[in-house]
């Protein structure tokens, strides 16, 4: 099986990009005790939400506007983000 582009390293570089959006959510540490400017990057951040509903999920159960701020959430991403992979993909080929 071929692969595009640079092989291990595009899945290096993904791995590290993932690693960051990671660590600016809620996933490590509560929203709540953040400093203000970490806070508003916590709110922009999409992982956030998924996060946060996992942790609800797990802690209490289903929490119906919990879910669909994230599904809002996903869907906002996606509609952004799908069209430019795309068009990246297109490009590149």
Avoid: E
Avoid at 9 to 31: D, E, N, Q, W
Avoid at 40 to 48: K, Q, S
Avoid at 58 to 74: E, K, P, Y
């Amino acid at each position: 099986m071929s692969q595009r582009g640079g092989g291990l390293g595009h899945g290096v570089l993904g791995f590290f990009l993932t690693l960051r959006v990671a660590f600016l959510s809620s996933a490590f540490f509560p929203k709540p005790l953040l400093p203000g400017g970490l806070q508003a990057i916590t709110t922009a951040n999409p992982a956030c939400y998924v996060i946060q509903t996992g942790q609800h999920l797990a802690a209490a159960g289903n929490a119906w506007s919990q879910d669909l701020r994230t599904l809002l959430a996903l869907a906002v991403t996606a509609a952004l983000f799908v069209p430019l992979t795309v068009t990246a993909f297109r490009a590149a080929s």
